[in-house]
């Protein structure tokens, strides 16, 4: 009887501590995150905020991508193969340019420090940020606040934070085609709710009307989100192309045929073959001019990264040929004539006749200065 009562007497301590920690968490003045914590699976469920971000709630900690997984085991390991997990050592792997002779290296991470960094490249690449437990992972990247919506990460505006701009625009190709005019005027009245399970269970009997996001790159709920990715960075196709294609197909056949599907996928792998290979005759112009010297950066290079803004007007310009490039292939998947077109394979011509108007003159402008040399040479 003895033993009972030291037992409750201990469990009712354990649990008064529990509870005034949680107070302690609940009285934050951060209430925002406190009042959706509240309306959360977490807080529903009992997963309080010392779960999460530690004991201590002067001192909150960032919960690793290893933290959320200790729950969402199968998420983390979907996430650990996806092109997310690695996006953070991709900004920051390291290659270098030539100049002056001197090896100079291409920082990822190019934004000046004090303020434009915080809103540059390491901004979106977070999501594979790197924590001291060695995982990877920013999972509020896609999952901000504390309400944790599964609707939220649903939708197409989620993805917009990263895939959008001149580079990489991939919400606003998919917003300006046929696809995303569906979204954009009747997404809100379709049904996002559910479970992972249940939401996906009703893409198979009575699915969103139009592709999304989510349904070409992480079906059936999956976080490796390099589904449906027929390319890579670079522009290159992926090693297992037919396979990526092979995915993306059922998105289409809801509305379209086979036939027609693979047709139009061939049809962005054609738009995809013929820019990066404008793109890469530019880089031969480009290394043949490194080669002969004729590269004049704009000051002493430190940073080989053309958005550091040390490199040449001609470098300049070859990068803008390679983001166009990117536009028109994405544009291109995102079935967007606006982006595969105009603003990317039109935008393209245009600057590479700019490109080579501007290494013929740097060639002319040399051969003028040897020639100047050899008439100052006889004057001697």
Known sequence: MKRTLIGLIAILVLVSGVAMAADKWLD?????????????????????????????????????????????????ADFALSTHAISLEHAQSKSYGMYDGKRVEYKGLAYGTGGPDKFGCENCHQVGYIHDDGSKGDCASCHPGHLFSLELARKPEACNGCHAGAGHPQYESYIDSNHGKLYVTLGDKWDWSGSTAEFWA?????????????????????????????????????????????LMVPNCTGCHTPEYARTWLGYADGTAQVTLARTAEAKKELEA???????????????????????????????????????????????????????????????????????????REAELEQKILKLEEQFK
């Not at 079906?219 to 390319?231: E, K, Q, V, Y």
């Open 28 to 76: 934050s003045p951060q209430t925002n995150a406190v009042n959706q914590w509240k309306q959360s699976k977490h807080g529903q469920n009992g997963v309080g905020c010392a779960t999460c971000h530690g004991d201590d709630p002067a001192n909150p900690q960032k919960p690793s991508a290893a933290t959320c997984g200790s729950c969402h085991a199968q998420q983390y």
């Open 202 to 246: 009703r893409q198979e009997t009575n699915p969103l009307p139009t592709p999304t996001c989510v349904t070409c790159h992480m079906p059936g709920g999956t976080h490796n989100t390099r589904m449906g990715m027929a390319h890579e960075l670079t522009g290159q196709r992926v090693a297992d192309y037919e396979q990526q294609i092979d």
């Open 289 to 363: 001019l490194r080669k002969e010297g004729l590269l004049r950066p704009t000051m002493e290079v430190t940073n080989a990264h053309p958005i550091a803004g040390q490199l040449s007007g001609v470098e300049k310009i070859f990068f803008e040929v390679n983001m166009a490039a990117n536009r028109a292939r994405k544009g291109a998947y995102h079935m967007s004539p606006q982006w595969a077109g105009r603003t990317g394979w039109t935008d393209q011509s245009f600057l590479l006749m700019e490109f080579r108007s501007e290494v013929d003159r740097l060639r």
